[in-house]
């Protein structure tokens, strides 16, 4: 069974730094994309950063400059570092695993907020 365990998250204020993250089991983590989603409160969940099983990375704009997504696939995480953070990063961050044949899932999600 797959497992996708977040941590990470926090409290922290704005211009701050977190480092998220996600610890695969279940799957065989270096053949997976992985990406990272977030969902604020009353909207819908969106994608923040994916980095393929090749390494190939993509972000939002929003965030471009800001976070990097990266994997260690020794240790079967991934991790998203976040750096100078706006109040508008505030979300429940999932972390999301996809592979065109065996399937996807996601992650139990931890709480990032940001605020003074």
């Known amino acids: 069974q797959v497992q996708l365990v977040e941590s990470g998250g926090g409290l922290v204020q704005p211009g701050g730094s977190l480092r998220l993250s996600c610890a695969a089991s279940?799957?065989?983590?270096?053949?997976?994309?992985m990406s990272w989603y977030c969902q604020a409160p009353g909207k819908q969940r969106e994608l923040v950063a994916t980095?393929?099983?090749?390494?190939?990375?993509n972000y939002v704009d929003s965030v471009k400059g800001r976070f990097t997504i990266s994997r260690d696939n020794a240790k079967n995480t991934v991790y998203l570092q976040m750096n100078r953070l706006t109040p508008e990063d505030t979300a429940v961050y999932y972390c999301?695993?996809?592979?065109?044949?065996?399937?996807?899932?996601w992650g139990q999600g931890t709480q990032v907020t940001v605020s003074s």
């Open positions: 999301y695993a996809n592979h065109a044949v065996f399937g996807s899932a």
């Open positions: 279940g799957l065989i983590f270096r053949i997976y994309d």
């Open positions: 980095i393929t099983s090749g390494g190939t990375t």
